[in-house]
């Protein structure tokens, strides 16, 4: 694959905030992970006729999609905590919904892009407790999915 000029000149991407939309559900979070896909690899032995070890031919085995992990300051909307109630009430199938996660740089303009197929939130959590800090309370969403690419 030949190098292009934006690889060889210009600077990474920096993400300073990221935006989801799930069906009618928009959020914004301050950090993502999962965003990916892996294959296994299954190795397979061949064991050649006068050869005094066996040749290991490593294949691709199953594919393989990360979950999506978002984090941010826990607010007052309510709306993945409800889609998270959907699985909690046994509606899956009503909670699989397609998504699109968008990348922003510092001044909001949008430089990358991922759609989702099917997800549904697996855990939504709230923040650590304490009444003699001055952190802020991060909640954190796991989505799963059957599929996730890259579109931006």
Known sequence: MPATKDA?????????????????????FTE??????ETEIVEHKIMSKGAK????????????????TL???????????DWRKQVEQ??????????TIIMYDQTFAPIAQWEFT??????????????DGNEIGVEELVIVHEGIKRIK
């Not at 060889?8 to 914004?28: C, K, N, Q, R, W």
């Not at 993502?32 to 896909?37: A, D, Q, Y």
């Not at 984090?71 to 905590?81: A, H, P, Q």
């Open 53 to 68: 070890e066996p040749l290991i031919r490593k294949i691709p085995g199953r594919l393989k999609w990360g979950d999506i």
């Open 90 to 99: 046994g509606k899956v199938d009503a909670a699989r919904l397609d998504g």
């Open 118 to 131: 099917k997800g549904w939130p697996s855990k939504i959590s709230g923040p650590s407790l304490k009444s």
């Open 71 to 81: 984090k941010r300051g826990i607010t007052s909307n309510m709306d993945f905590y």
């Open 8 to 28: 060889l000149t210009g600077d990474p991407m920096i993400g300073a905030h990221f935006e989801i939309t799930v069906g009618a559900v928009t959020g914004y």
């Open 32 to 37: 993502v992970s999962g965003l990916g896909s």
